[in-house]
């Protein structure tokens, strides 16, 4: 796990002196990235790479980066979990003689020798990777099959490419000009972050999931080379029973991959279903104690505890507690908001538990985020299949159901009922038009109000998920549930879990493996019918896979989640934090700054209208708009 940054074409620089102190610039602001060692080379004329690196395999000099092989050049954040196999592979065909141990030199000898479409479909791994092929004087960026790990990027211009894990390397380049998208405001707004490819500063793009950019002289080129429906619907037709032996097997196999690692490694633990599966299944092949890592609180209605220590108890795990007060916990927000790479309402709890567990002396962790997604653990799968049922109110006149949804507000006024009205005002109740507002923090009648009339109140989630499960394309031909499992891959998950999870992790350069997102699981999960997942009990499918794996109270205790007393902090401890980031909002121009004020008042008054949740979202944006100057 690293950080990179570079630049393809110097016609935006004075020079490649210029060219490199930039890329140093931008590689020191990712510095808690991989604070084991640096580097940066060029080919004296097309590019220039640069690399921080978190010493995971082979912790020794030789394998430090960028990476040489010939004159073709590698920098890489991630891990490719496979890579023994590959090696081997490549070994049997005498197509590299190799020199280190880790799996950087594998995937250089791999994208060598199997050209970029043979290398990137065998490799099992998370990843964002340049590749400066000098033969063909190509770079190509890539993007890992499910974006676990980002990768931003700017085109000045002159033309000249720049590319970093985060967007504050390409902030640093001093070729991007600081400046707010206007066009993501919405975005960001009704959701607490902005979609790929967009990004909150204008002009800088995230590369999407499962893609992939080619610089080669002055043309860029981008394509998607992995697709996750299609590879779902190339799953082989099974009984229930012979599903189930599958989803056990390729999560085991999962997770003794990326189980592979040269320095300490752990697992988080909270006593879900997801995090103890994943315990449990590293306990069967590991050959000491997993060591497991709890966040705990004096509170009890905060505290897990007491499922993780049975959860640790049952598997042997050398079990850790990191006892936090809700007191410690607040005491970290301030460096949480600076290690924010990109706006998030929703990651400092990632911050503070990653922070904890590094300090606890591991520099990898596995999580169980991606169970929920796959096995349909949260309650939008529920709400989504019912709506769905309601397909037969699109006969009614649409004045009558908007009718019937004002009468909900009035019966019962919130947030819940409001987006009820939406829907039931709308023409559909597929995934498409339902899902959107499941996740939405603000309608759009709210940003009506809050924002200025040129402010585009675009939706890229609605617009992505319209065009995505229309007819014909493959997604459309996946299970409802399924269908809804991509919705949240490729929205909440994608752009909120593991954006947070990688830059709060990262923060503290820890190493965040997930093993519910290899391909071969998501495919396999993504395949299986309606009927296995839902809805007799809580992740039937996974549940059942596991076949006693974990116990009874497990798998049926609540879902709990990370409390905190955030509501009376916002109005306590946090109030100056708060009022400065939506002071800052009141002070732009594209923004109604009294529509804000009254949602202050009304906050601040105790009234239920709006929630701790949407007033800190806009205090977070705010606030990261003032840290990094963007107008």
């Known amino acids: 796990m690293c950080g990179i940054a570079g630049v393809h074409g110097l016609e935006a620089f004075q020079g490649l002196a210029d060219a490199k102190t930039r890329v140093r610039n931008m590689v020191s602001q990712i510095a808690h990235r991989g604070p084991d060692a640096e580097g940066v080379c060029s080919d004296q004329e097309h590019v220039v790479l640069g690399h921080r690196r978190l010493s995971i395999l082979d912790t020794g000099e030789g394998a430090n980066q960028p990476y040489r092989m010939g004159e073709d050049v590698l920098v890489f954040n991630g891990e490719v979990y496979n890579y023994l196999e590959l090696r081997r592979e490549l070994e049997a065909a005498g197509a590299h003689r190799f020199s280190t ?182 306990s069967e092949v590991a050959t000491q104690p997993v060591s497991t890592f709890s966040v705990t609180f004096a509170e009890a209605a905060l505290d897990e505890s007491p499922w993780s220590r049975a959860v640790a108890k049952r598997f042997g795990t050398d ?161 409802f549930l399924s269908q809804v499992s991509l919705a949240e891959m490729r929205t909440y998950m994608g752009h909120t879990l593991l954006r947070d999870a990688d830059q709060f992790s990262m923060a503290h350069a820890l190493e965040v493996r997930v093993p519910f997102l290899d391909h071969r699981l998501v495919s396999a999960a993504l395949a299986s019918p309606d009927a296995q997942k839902f809805p007799t009990s809580p992740k039937r499918l996974l549940v059942e896979a596991l076949d006693g794996l974990l116990p009874d109270d497990v798998v049926n205790r609540p879902k709990m989640g990370f409390v905190l007393p955030w509501e009376s902090w916002l109005r306590g401890e946090l109030k100056e934090v708060c009022d400065a980031g939506l002071q800052s909002l009141k002070d732009r121009s594209w923004v109604q700054s009294d529509a804000i004020t009254d ?27 003032d840290r990094h100057g963007l107008e």
């Open 101 to 282: 141990q880790g799996d950087t030199e594998v995937v250089l000898a791999a994208l060598r020798h199997w050209g970029l479409e043979g290398a990137l479909e065998r490799f099992n791994g998370m990843f964002a990777l340049a590749w400066w092929s000098a033969g063909e004087r190509r770079l190509v960026l890539v993007r890992d099959r499910l974006g676990i790990k980002p990768l931003y990027w700017h085109q000045t211009p002159e033309g000249t490419l720049l590319f970093a894990s985060e967007v504050r390397a390409l902030l640093a380049s001093g070729k991007v000009r600081r400046a707010l998208n206007r066009d993501a405001v919405a975005d960001q707004w009704m959701y607490g972050t902005v979609h790929a490819p967009a990004t909150i500063v204008s002009g800088v793009h995230l590369l999407e999931p499962g893609s992939l950019l080619v610089a080669q002289d002055e043309d860029l080129r981008m394509s998607q080379w992995w697709d996750p429906a299609d590879e779902a619907l190339g799953e082989p037709v099974l009984d229930d029973r012979a599903r189930r032996i599958r989803i056990r097997k390729l999560l085991s196999d999962s997770v003794a991959l990326r189980m592979r690692s040269d320095v300490a490694y752990g697992a988080f633990l909270s006593g879900g279903i997801d995090s103890s599966a994943v315990v449990g299944l590293m």
């Open 319 to 479: 079990h850790h507690e990191l006892r936090l007060t809700p007191e410690d916990f607040l005491a970290q927000v301030p460096r949480g908001l600076d290690a924010m790479d990109h706006p998030s309402a929703d990651g400092l709890n990632t911050y503070v538990v990653s922070g904890a567990t590094r300090r606890a002396g591991v520099k990898v962790a596995l999580s169980g985020l991606g169970g929920d997604e796959l096995f349909a653990g949260y309650p939008v799968f529920e709400r989504s299949a019912r709506l769905a049922k309601l397909n037969w109110l699109g006969s009614w006149p649409k004045g009558g159901r908007r009718l019937l949804g004002k009468m909900l507000v009035a019966a019962r006024p919130g947030m819940t009922s409001r987006k009820q009205a939406e829907i039931f005002g709308g023409h559909y109740f597929d995934v498409a038009h339902t899902y959107p507002m499941s996740r939405q923090m603000f309608l759009r009648a709210d940003l009506q109000r809050m924002l200025a009339s040129d402010v585009p109140l675009t939706n890229p989630v609605f617009r992505w998920l319209v065009a995505e499960l229309a007819p014909g394309k493959k997604a459309f031909g996946l299970p």
């Open 599 to 625: 949602m202050e008042r009304s906050f601040h008054a105790g009234e239920s209208t709006w929630s701790w949740s949407r007033v800190w979202s806009l205090a977070v944006l705010g606030g990261y708009l």
